[in-house]
């Protein structure tokens, strides 16, 4: 059973950084393309950001271009946003995902076969 778990979320400031890690288990990580989702209560789950298995192939929502990066370490089954320069707007509950096509990158939720539970970002203004 593949098990995702994300953990960095908290409460930053506005232009303030954090860092979410996703940590993988149960099953073979590196030959899954993975994905970040943010949600606000009551909203659709949106993307965020998509890498490929080898992490050289990228995907960014217009929204987050240029202020979020997604990296991976397929040693250590994990990926990584790392989240600068965050404003109001940029609060929601974040969510890791991984898919079994990982030569690809996807940004819509239904591609994704595993979930995990979600991490909470706040940014106060």
């Known amino acids: 059973q593949v098990q995702l778990e994300e953990s960095g979320g908290g409460l930053v400031q506005t232009g303030g950084s954090l860092r979410l890690s996703c940590k993988v288990s149960?099953?073979?990580?590196?030959?899954?393309?993975m994905g970040w989702f943010r949600q606000v209560p009551g909203q659709e789950r949106d993307f965020v950001a998509a890498?490929?298995?080898?992490?050289?192939?990228?995907y960014y929502d217009g929204s987050v271009q240029g202020r979020f990066t997604m990296s991976r370490d397929n040693a250590k089954n994990m990926a990584f946003l790392q989240m600068n320069d965050l404003r109001p707007e940029d609060t929601a509950v974040y969510f890791c995902?991984?898919?079994?096509?990982?030569?690809?990158?996807?940004?819509?939720?239904?591609?994704?076969?595993?979930w995990g539970q979600g991490t909470p970002v706040t940014v106060s203004s």
């Open positions: 995902a991984a898919h079994r096509d990982g030569g690809s990158v996807h940004s819509h939720p239904g591609r994704y076969d595993y």
């Open positions: 149960g099953g073979t990580f590196s030959s899954y393309g």
């Open positions: 890498v490929n298995w080898r992490g050289d192939g990228q």
